[in-house]
C-alpha cells in the first residue's frame, strides 16, 4: 500500500457530520492520530455536547497512556483539541477535505439530503463514507455522482476503545478509494475488515439477532435477565451479555434495525419483532442513555 498511488494523496483533512455517539468518537480518534477534523452539527446545544465528551473521553486515553507522565498526558489532549473544529455550516465544512464521514442519525432520507446537498460543493477527490449500522451503502449513494468515491466506514461503540472497522465497498467503489480508506482506518489505529454491502455487514448481522434472541428468551421466561448475561459473560467469554449490551447500544436503536431489516427481508425468523423489545421502547426504557432499559441505571 505504502508505494501506491493513493497513498500519495492520504486523507489528511477530514469531516464527520454529526458528533453524537459515534461522530464525535470517530472525529477524536482521527484528531488523536493527527488528522484535522471539523465536526459539523445543527447546533450550538449539539456542539457544547460533543466537545465535552471528546474532553473527557481524551482525558481517560491521556491516563492509560501517560499513566506516570501527567505533563505529557496534557499536552496530547491539548494537541488533540487544536486539531479539532467545529461548524454549524455543512458546505463550507466539506470545501476543503478529503473524506466525509456522515454519522447522523439512522435515518435514510435524512442521509440522502445530506449527501446531495454536499455531493457538488465538496471537491472533486474527497470521498464519501457512511457509518450507518443498518442501512445499505448502495442505497444511501444513490444520490450522489461519485459512486466510486464512497464506501461504508462502520465503527463500533465506545470508538476510542473498540478496535475494530468495517471497510464496506459497494460495486462501484474504486480500488483507489478502497485503498485510502482501509489505509485511513489503519492510521487511526483501527484492525480493519472488508465487508459486502449485507444487512448489518458483518458485526450487527451476528450481533443483532444475538440480541433479539436474548431478548426472546427472556420473554419466554427461559431465564432471568441477569442469569442470561451472567451465562453469556462467564460461558461465552463476551464483555457484556447480551441485555447489558442492548442496553448499552440503546434499545430503540436495536428496534429499528430489526424492524428496517424486517421491512425488507419479511421471511427471515430472526430479523421478526421482538415484543418485549418494542415494550420497553414504547415505554421509554431505552437502555443506559435514558436511567432504564432491561436493567435500571442511576
Ligand atoms: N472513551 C475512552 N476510554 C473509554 C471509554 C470512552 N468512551 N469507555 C471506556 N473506556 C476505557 C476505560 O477508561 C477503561 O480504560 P482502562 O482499561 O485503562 O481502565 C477501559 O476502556 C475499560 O472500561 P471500563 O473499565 O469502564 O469498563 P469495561 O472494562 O467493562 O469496558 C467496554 C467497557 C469497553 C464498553 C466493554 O464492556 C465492552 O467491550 N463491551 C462491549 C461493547 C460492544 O460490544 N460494542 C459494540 C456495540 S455494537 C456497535 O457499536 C455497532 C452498531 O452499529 C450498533
Ligand atoms: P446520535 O443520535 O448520538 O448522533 C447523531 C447526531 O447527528 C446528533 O448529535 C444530531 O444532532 C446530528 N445530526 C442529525 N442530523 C444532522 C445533520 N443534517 N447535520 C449534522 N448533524 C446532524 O447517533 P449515533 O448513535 O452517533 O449514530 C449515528 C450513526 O452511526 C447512525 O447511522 C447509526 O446507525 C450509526 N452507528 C451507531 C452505533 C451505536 O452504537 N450507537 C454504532 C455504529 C454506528
Known sequence: LSTSPAMAAAIKKVTVIGGGLMGSGIAQVAAQTGHHVTIVEINEEAIKKAKNGIESSLQRVAKKLYKDKPGEGETFVKETLSRLSTSLDLKEAVKNTDLVVEAIVE??????????????????????????SSLSIQDI????????RFGGLHFFNPVPVMKL????????????????????????GKTTITCKDTP???????????????????????ATARDIDTAM????????????????????TTKFILDGWHQKYPNVELFKPVPLLNKLVEEGKLGLKSGEGFYKYD
Open 165 to 188: 472497522l468495517e471497510v464496506i465497498r459497494i460495486p462501484e467503489t474504486s480500488d483507489e478509494t478502497y485503498e485510502k480508506i482501509t489505509a485511513w482506518g489503519k492510521a487511526l
Open 233 to 252: 459473560k462467564l460461558g461465552a467469554g463476551h464483555p457484556m451479555g447480551p441485555l447489558e449490551l442492548a442496553d448499552y447500544v440503546g434499545n430503540d
Open 141 to 148: 449513494a444513490s444520490v450522489t455522482k461519485r459512486k466510486d
Open 107 to 132: 435515518n435514510l432520507d435524512l442521509k440522502h439530503k445530506l449527501f446531495l446537498s454536499i455531493d457538488s460543493v465538496a471537491p472533486e477527490h474527497t470521498i464519501f463514507a457512511s457509518n450507518t
Open 200 to 222: 448489518g455487514f458483518v458485526v450487527n448481522r451476528l450481533l443483532v439477532p444475538l440480541l433479539a434472541e436474548a431478548v426472546r428468551m427472556l420473554e419466554r421466561g427461559d
